[in-house]
């Protein structure tokens, strides 16, 4: 078994928070062990939690569709949430339930040791970094502890707000050139 799978078995038995009273499947992270990047969102939605996959969604297809226009396809990353279960009614999990399971979003980033993570949103932001700030932040690098972050949008935020879309597209290229740049190439 790997690490990776360790984490998935132990998300998805996970009794921390209340959250896993209301949830139907807990959703750890996917994608690729040995991927460069990892994209980190809030916390699954309703077809997350119904399906025990990250970004499956409508939010999901959008990340998916600006991900190809950047050359990448969502097997070659690794994408996950700060938190691992569906809060009711899809509101913005409490600093306990995302405290309840950074340590699993801090195992699959040691696990993937990837070249740079993609926090996308407020609530990541907040919780991976201390800040949020998005709009302020946004297609910024910002260095943490040895490793590399950059900011975008949530792609849910494109579905309430059509004029996000060529952002977010414009910031995921970006993300792909940041990644050149930190491999050297």
Not at 23 to 32: L, M, S, Y
Not at 91 to 109: A, D, G, K, Q
Not at 141 to 146: A, L, Q, S
Request: hydrophobic share 30%; with cysteine; proline share 5%.
């Amino acid at each position: 078994m790997t690490e990776l799978d360790s984490i998935h078995n132990q998300v998805i038995s996970c009794t921390k928070c209340d959250l896993c009273k209301t949830r139907t499947n807990a959703v750890p992270g996917k994608g690729n062990k040995n991927a460069e990047i990892i994209f980190i969102g809030e916390a699954p939605g309703r077809s997350e939690d119904l399906r025990g996959e990250p970004f499956v969604g409508s939010a999901g297809k959008k990340l998916s569709e600006m991900l190809e226009k950047a050359g990448l396809s969502r097997e070659s990353v690794y994408i996950t949430n700060v938190v691992k279960c569906r809060p009711p009614n899809n509101r913005v999990p409490t600093e306990l339930e995302r405290n309840s399971c950074i340590e699993y979003l801090n195992n699959e980033i040691k696990a993937i040791n990837p070249k740079i993570i993609c926090i996308m949103g407020n609530t990541a932001s907040n919780s991976i970094l201390g800040k949020g700030e998005i709009t302020k932040n946004r297609g910024k690098i910002i260095e943490k502890d040895g490793r590399s972050y950059f900011l975008t949008f949530h792609p849910a935020a494109t579905i309430y707000n059509q004029e996000l879309i060529p952002v977010l597209e414009k910031d995921i290229q970006n993300l792909v050139k940041a990644l050149d740049e930190i491999k050297g190439t």
